[in-house]
């Protein structure tokens, strides 16, 4: 069966972009697939600086990735630490990564040129990606475009390693992207990301995220002219969450004119609750028994673990490191 495999930072609440561009995906794989999700706390240890907000954060993204539908019977989910054995694999594949290619990539130097400090931490990051996606053979790794570079470059990782060591230690992954969800907007219309604080979140105050909604970037064409659903952001949130049928009805009403923006927004508010009502619901038991999660952590960990030994030492064995004295 194929492995799919996927992370998740606890760098802050999760928010819309992250479920229709990822978790929707981690979902459905879980169906057809050998899936295994991880909450990325090595990864956020490169922003996330107070270790109770790392806990807390941790309980957030796997009470919220749970609650939003992820199976713990269909699915093994895990934290990214509990297996330390990808700090390892990542020490062998750095050995094999060419400092340009890290040089490359846009995460990195996005995050500096927005001020945050260039550890080595930061800039060894995608190799820290590569060794989470080869340490299980994944297959598959359902992701938004902001993390395609680093799919790219687990392959080149992945492809630099087996030639050199002339060894098929490491499975080559496949990105999986959905084109109309690859870049979910935010509230001002670029990339929903919570360093732009234009998300909305899944589990934020109920009132709080209306009045959000309510005040989203619009242009100022009137009422009565048409408008282009491709063009307008409000449409963008608005086709994410509405059915089909009024997805195709609400486009044809905007190109007609007669749609005022602040009632495809109370729209959108409504669709938010009716979407996400239940796993709201959900979540707000799971945040009363965190050990239920715990559980969930140490059985995930236990499987995640026996598959990262088994590559781990093929990778040791190739390169010489593993043989008896
Ligand atoms: P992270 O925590 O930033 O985001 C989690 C997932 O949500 C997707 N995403 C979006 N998709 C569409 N539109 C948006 N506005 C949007 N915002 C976020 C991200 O693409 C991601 O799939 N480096 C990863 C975590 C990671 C990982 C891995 C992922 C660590 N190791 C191994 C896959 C495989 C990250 O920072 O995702």
């Known amino acids: 069966m194929r492995r799919s495999l996927s992370g998740i930072q606890p760098s802050g609440k999760l928010h819309i972009g992250n479920y229709y561009g990822a ?37 957030e993204a796997a009470a919220g990735l749970i609650a939003l539908g992820l199976s713990p019977e269909r699915a093994t989910l895990f934290r990214q630490s509990d297996v330390p054995e990808v700090t390892e ?29 260039a550890s080595m931490g930061l800039f060894g990051y995608p190799i820290l990606m590569a ?10 790794v359902p992701v938004g475009q902001d993390q395609k ?10 492809g630099s ?32 990301s919570k360093s732009y604080g234009n998300v909305i979140e899944i589990f934020g105050d109920a009132k ?12 100022s064409t009137p009422v009565e002219e048409p408008k282009d659903p491709d063009t307008c952001n409000v449409f963008a949130l608005f086709r994410l969450m509405a ?38 619901e959900r979540k707000a038991e799971l945040d009363n028994n965190p050990d239920e999660l715990r559980e969930i952590y140490a059985e995930g960990a236990r499987k ?21 004295l």
């Open 89 to 117: 694999l990542t020490w062998l594949l750095s050995v094999v990564t060419p400092v340009g290619l890290m040089e490359r990539c846009h995460a990195y130097k996005d995050k500096v040129a927005q001020g945050m400090v």
């Open 243 to 280: 059915p089909e049928g009024e997805r195709e009805e609400m486009a044809r009403r905007y190109r007609e004119g007669g749609v005022g923006y602040g009632d495809v927004k109370k729209r959108i508010a409504e669709l938010f609750f009716e979407n996400f009502g239940e796993a709201r």
């Open 149 to 158: 570079q680093h799919l790219e470059v687990t392959r080149d990782i992945a």
């Open 161 to 192: 390693f087996n030639h050199q060591y002339d060894s098929e230690v490491f499975v080559l992954p496949d990105a999986h992207i959905l084109p109309d969800v690859a870049v979910v907007p935010g509230l001002d219309g670029r990339k929903m």
């Open 304 to 324: 995640a673990r026996a598959k990262a030994r088994e590559v781990l030492d093929r990778a040791r064995d190739a390169m010489g490191i593993n043989r008896p």
């Open 208 to 219: 709080q995220t209306e009045k959000k909604i309510k005040r989203m970037k619009t242009d």
């Open 23 to 59: 978790i929707r995906q981690y979902i459905a794989l879980q169906e057809e697939c050998d899936a295994f999700y991880f909450i990325a706390d090595y990864h956020a240890l490169t922003t996330v600086t107070d270790p109770e907000e790392m806990e807390a954060n941790c309980h």
């Open 131 to 140: 060794a989470d996606i080869l340490i299980y053979d994944s297959n598959v």
